[in-house]
């Protein structure tokens, strides 16, 4: 289980949009997974309030759901996002740092099914729910 979470992790920092939106891998356990991303001027949405975009909202959470589908103990390959809904509950508060938490909690031969929440520092607060499918296994 380690080498799968180790490589789960190695991936997650070596994709470029994760890189480029600052993304850091909090912690990552068998199933689940907690991405967090840097407040930045580069992903305001809108200039005159700071509110991050939902765009990076969104890449966030997808890529925190797919590190939890990798590291789930029964999905033996990698993953690739089938259908993915978030509700925008509110703005982020511009300058705060946002975290994804997600959970997989069901896998099947080829589907993985997805829960997450995105934070910033006021935790009590989502701003953003997800459900999503994820690939699993061969697909065979």
């Known amino acids: 289980m380690t080498n799968k979470i180790e490589r789960a992790g190695q991936f997650i920092r070596a ?74 509950l509110r703005a982020a508060t511009p300058g705060q740092r946002i975290t994804a938490r997600a959970t997989c909690y069901h896998v099947t031969r080829s589907v993985a099914f997805v829960r997450a929440t995105a934070t910033d520092e006021d935790e009590d607060l989502p701003v953003a729910m997800a459900t999503g499918t994820f690939t699993a296994g061969s697909g065979k």
């Open 15 to 88: 994709l470029p949009h994760a890189d480029a939106l600052g993304m850091e891998l909090e912690e990552l356990d068998p199933g689940t997974a907690v991405i967090s991303m840097p407040y930045s001027d580069r992903i305001v949405g809108d200039p005159e309030t700071g509110v991050v975009h939902g765009g990076a909202v969104s890449a966030l959470m997808d890529t925190c759901c797919g590190a939890a589908v990798m590291s789930h103990p029964s999905n033996p390959a990698g993953t690739a996002t089938i259908d993915l809904r978030i509700e925008y």
